[in-house]
């Protein structure tokens, strides 16, 4: 079975998309299937456009090379389908090719938590990027999951969205989840009872983690805490531009590795006493499934996949997204309870333990051929 992943990402292993991809599509290959995977980035007409209008342009062209030589199965990420599925109603041949839309995180829902933290802050998004999000995505996320003969979503809630918009059947949405990494489940957890002196953040620098409430939180806790210090690690931002955010006075508590791979995030697990991740919006965070891997002691948002994984009091503490007070009151309660962050940190590794990669690569295989073939 010829497939193609279809993805508005860049071909860049160290960004989440294209790693997924490129993990599932070797598993594929394994398998004996001839796997291709299509990005922006093999298409040198659009840096000649505005990335504004990609959404529109990418689509229309990947669906000319698609109808030239048609796969049998399409992987389309996101709004990436919706030009095939409505060129695919006018050809009679391509309406063979077996369609999956795979999100990493609805955009309209992104879209909402981002504006609303505008609203917050007292700004709000340029008039062009309100009517691309308010009007033409979801248009183009219709039309995409409309065509598709199943959507995989990584959380619940995405999954009920679509299912209530009426863009997708219950039936055809599955929920498929990102997988724990083996190479930290592989080690032995960090050690919990030691006195708390690192706290880690993993993730970009974007206001989409939530980082204005980390850098507030800090300062609440370290005004407190001389002790202890903050790890920024794979924030894509140079230091100076993350020590910015906080105040002066704690600047070099910021510790801040702006590029890290699997190996170096792994080793900054191992160096942390208790993880921080408080995003604003998500999908499936690897970092938060990383950090469970790792067996570390969570303090987190209830957003995205984290609802579905964990629970409350038990594999993490919840705080409030958008609230930096909640946030440092979390970490607060485990700086000094060494029990409790063992409890946690136990339980988040069994959960991250049943979504390992070896358990999850059979199904996943599997459900993809029995759809190419159906």
Known sequence: MRIVFVLHAPRDPMTAVFAHAAER???????????????????????????????????????????????????FHSYTGWAFHLLRRFRLRLRRVRTIVQFHGVETLHYRAMREEERRAGRDFPLKHRLLQTFAMPLLLRLSCRGAVRIFCLNRTEGDFLAARGWARKERIEIVPNAAPEELLAHPPVDTTNPVRRLLFVGQWLEGKGIQYLAAAFAELAAERPEIELACVGTRTPEDSVRAAFPTGIRDRVKVQADADRAEIAAALHAADLFVFPSLSEGSSLALLEAMAAGLPIVTTPVGAAPDLLINGEGALFAAPADAPALADAVRQLLDDPERRTRLGRAARLVAERYAWPRLRDAYARSIEKIGVA
Request: zero cysteines; a positive charge.
């Open 25 to 75: 599509g070797a598993l594929l290959a394994s398998r004996g299937h001839r796997v291709e995977i299509w990005t922006h980035g093999d298409e040198p007409a659009l840096t000649r456009i505005a990335s504004r209008w990609w959404p529109l342009a990418f689509p229309l062209r990947i669906s000319r090379r698609l109808a030239s030589d048609p796969p049998d199965l399409a992987i």
